[in-house]
């Protein structure tokens, strides 16, 4: 297993064991983490068996589960990349993929979008896999009483919130009231005991007032024990002014590693601090991204892919000849200020593609 999915997949089980801490005030959710970390362990030996092999399996995957989504906020990546859509999977095909990428040795699932909770076939197949940790990341919105009943039986699957800040600043990206409604699912999930968290898009605007006790504290309360904060990519010509530099990137790692110590909760900051890994991590190296559409590509921010699941087993998606080349390259993209090497290197990337 190279030294980068091992070293990365240490700081996951890191998260995860301050997860299992956290998670013993919730006994129901608590004895499906220690299955997640049994899992994990197996998982781990099954990557390095694969590793001996000369293949590398990302501990992680990513999947945009659909393109459809309820909200059309300001800036969403999802939908300004002009991705080529298609027919998704079949759900016998998610079904067979999440077989596969357990078998291969991933440990960790993120559904994204489009809205997740739009796609019921990514969400079937996960229930059936308590030995993954499954991440949700959803707008909130669509959390009612039938949602939060499938939360609690199926708790090795955290529901992940997004919001940008106060009310004024999720709304002002997300729309009118949206704030509202994303708080009183959090409170819902609270007072049924269901853990969950908060994807927080991190900006050089909004940094100063979510890099703060104050607003950690404030979602502690809520019942909030996962806080991811996702740097602010700009897939929108003309928002570069919000991407955190490279200063902002280490005050964010900083401000994450203390939290997660202060508030023993798990505190990440994606894609954060790739450089003790030699750089992106993208393209298997750490994470791979499945598009709704079945492409297998390097990350969620670079919609090229020279495989597709419908007619890929995972295993040679994984081996595809693009992955292969921007993991030869990786050295090429450069970490600078935030958001994404794969998105600043673009270009770059374009051009590995012409070359397939
Ligand atoms: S909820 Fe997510 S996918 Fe939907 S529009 Fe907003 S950012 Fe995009």
């Not at 499938?150 to 002002?172: M, Y």
């Not at 999930?189 to 969950?196: D, W």
Request: charge should be negative; hydrophobic fraction near 40%; charged fraction near 20%.
């Amino acid at each position: 297993m190279s030294i980068v999915s091992d070293l990365f997949a240490g700081e996951i089980g890191v998260s995860v064991k301050t997860a299992v801490s956290v998670l013993t005030s919730y006994p129901a959710s608590a004895a499906a983490f220690a299955k997640i970390v049994r899992g994990m362990k197996n998982a781990e030996q099954r990557r390095v068996g694969l590793a001996g092999k000369g293949m590398d399996v990302p501990p992680l995957l990513i999947v945009s589960t659909t393109e459809e989504c309820n909200l059309s906020c300001k800036g969403c990546y999802a939908c300004e990349q002009g991705r080529k859509t298609g027919e998704a999977l079949s759900a016998a095909r998610v079904s067979e993929v999440l077989d596969e990428a357990s078998e291969l040795g991933v440990s960790i699932v993120m559904l994204a979008g489009g809205e997740p909770l739009l796609s019921q076939n990514w969400l079937d197949a996960m229930s059936k896999h308590s030995e993954l940790l499954g991440l949700v990341f959803t707008n909130g919105t669509l959390i009612d009483e039938s949602r939060l009943e499938w939360f609690a039986e199926h708790r090795h699957i955290i529901p992940v919130l997004s919001i940008e800040g106060d009310a004024a600043q999720t709304d002002a990206r997300r729309g009118a009231g949206i704030h509202m409604k994303v708080n009183q699912a959090m409170e819902a999930m609270r007072s049924s005991g269901i853990p969950f968290g908060a994807a927080i898009t991190v900006t050089r605007q909004n940094m100063g007032d979510v890099l703060t006790d104050d607003f950690t504290c404030e979602y502690l309360q809520k019942g909030c024990r996962l806080f991811i904060y996702v740097e602010y990519v700009p897939v929108v010509p003309g928002t570069e002014p919000l991407v955190l530099s490279k200063a902002d990137k280490k005050r964010l790692g900083d401000f994450t590693d203390r939290s997660a110590v202060k508030h023993a909760t798990p505190f990440i900051a994606f894609p954060g601090n790739e450089e003790p890994y030699g750089g992106c991590l993208a393209a298997g190296r750490g994470f791979v991204h499945i598009s709704a559409a079945g492409g297998v590509e390097p990350c969620p921010f670079a919609p090229f892919s020279d495989v597709n699941l419908k007619n890929a087993t995972l295993k040679d998606a994984l081996n595809s000849a693009l992955l292969a080349k921007v993991r030869e390259n990786h050295h090429l993209l450069v970490e600078g200020d935030g958001g994404c090497a794969l998105w600043r290197n673009r270009e770059l990337l374009t051009g590995l593609v012409v070359q397939e």
